[in-house]
Every structure is written in C-alpha cells, then in structure tokens.
C-alpha cells in the first residue's frame, strides 16, 4: 500500500500525470501515488493487456485514471499518444518515464540486436518521450516536470552491458535536458531504483542479483515500489521547485558497497 500520509492531501491537486510502464510494478506504484495526492493520471505501455485492470484499480481508490498503450521506441506511436491524451485529457505537466526493459546475459553472449534493442527502448524511448512533452508544453507556453526511472548502479553491471551502456546515457541524457530547459521552468531529474521487490525481479534471479548480497547494505533489505514512488513525488511536488539536473538512488546505499563480481563473467 502507498503511505501519502509523507505528504499533505491534495498537494497536486489540478496536475497530470503521464507515466509510461504505469500498469504493474514501480510505474503502477507512481501512478497511485501522484493520484493519491490528487493529480489525473494517465498510464501507457507497450503490453495493454493489463492498462486497463491497472487503471480500473485507480479508479476505485478514487483517482482521475485513463490508459493508452503506446511503443516508446516508435516516435509515431509517440506522437498518436500525446495527440490522443492532449484532446482527451489535457496535456500533462508531469511526465515519468519509467517504461524500460533488459535482460540477464554475459557480454560475450549479447547479440548487436539484443544490444540495440536494449538501447533502443531505454534511451531512444526516453528520448522520444522527453522530446514530445517538451516541445508540447513550449508550444503551450506551460511549465512541468520530467522524471526518468534508470538503474540506480553507477559503476558498471556485470551481466547488463547494454542496461549499463544506457542508464549511462540516461542520467548524462538528464542532466543535458534539465541544462537546456530549466529557463523555459521544464525540470527534469532521475531516480534510480535499487534491489526493489516487485514481480519482475524474479527473471533477474542468478544474474542482476548475483552479486548483490542484501545483508552488506547500510539498509539491509529489498526496497518497495512505493519508496520509488514517493521519491519522484517529491520531484513532482513543490519541494522539487529547485532541483533538476539530480540524480536520487532509491537503493539501501547499495551504491556505497558496489558488487561482487562474478567469476565467470565477460
């Protein structure tokens, strides 16, 4: 469950929401959050199988909820998204791409597809998403926010070259944007989740985790969904009116202790 108890009811009360992977795990925990504190919010994903049950439990606790699928990765797509949730709902203020994907493999084993495909989703997607909502809001002479979900590892990843290669060029992606478009009042920021306990964790088992002993964390424990959330809440929220550039770990201090490396890695 979400504790909006952290923030004062209502705090964005008159805002939208765009989250994209809104319809399970962390997207769908940011997603309740921004509309426990009173924003609309509307959900994407590539896979609308479960956009609709996701939205349909938003709306029972009371939130302003909508879905459309969309492929980050197709700037088409993009552009039929924000055309449909600008005339439908309005146009967002607060987007949150937390949409993204990899999988488990020794770099020696990654194809140059596998890699680009990686690449293509995690940063191309984003890219596509930041571009459509900034030039939106400029044409509108609107203000609003950008928050990028990414790894929160900042050194490297063994068994995610490519994952790596793109959270990399994410935060620089951040941090190049929130340069470039603060003085237009767009901030943008990342957060990045650590060991979070969701579904989706369960295919990273002898690979992501491999090298992650939970009992070395300064916080020695897996995180939640709703502790991602609540982090991109706050940049979203008025306490976030003078931050952007900034990159917050969501992630028990894992940063600190770093990995073990795995023998057999490439």
Known sequence: MTDTTVFAAGILAGRHALVTGGGTGIGFAIARELGALGAR??????????????AAELHGTGIDAAWRPVNIR???????L??????????????????GGQFGAKAIDISPNGFRAV?????????????????RLFAAGHQGRIVNVVFCDTDGMPYFAHAAAARAAVVNLTKTLAMEWGRQGILVNAVGPGPIE??????????????LRLGKLPIPRMGTPCEC?????????????????????????SALVGRDLPGDAS
Not at 74 to 80: L, S
Not at 82 to 99: M, Q, T
Not at 119 to 135: F, P
Not at 201 to 207: D, E, M, S, V
Request: aromatic share 8%.
């Open 74 to 80: 197709k700037e088409a797509d993009v552009e039929a």
């Open 41 to 54: 919010v509307t959900i994407a994903a590539r896979t609308a199988e479960r956009l609709p049950t996701a």
């Open 229 to 253: 959330a609540l982090a991109v809440a706050f940049l979203c929220s008025a306490a976030g009116d003078y931050i952007t550039g900034a990159f917050i770990p969501v992630d028990g201090g």
């Open 119 to 135: 690449v293509d989703l995690n940063v191309q997607g984003t890219w596509h998403m930041c571009h459509a909502q900034a030039r």
């Open 198 to 211: 969701t579904p989706a964790i369960a295919q990273y088992t002898g690979a992501m985790t491999s090298g």
């Open 82 to 99: 924000y055309d449909w949730v600008e005339a439908e709902r309005g146009l967002p203020d607060i987007l949150v791409n937390n949409a």
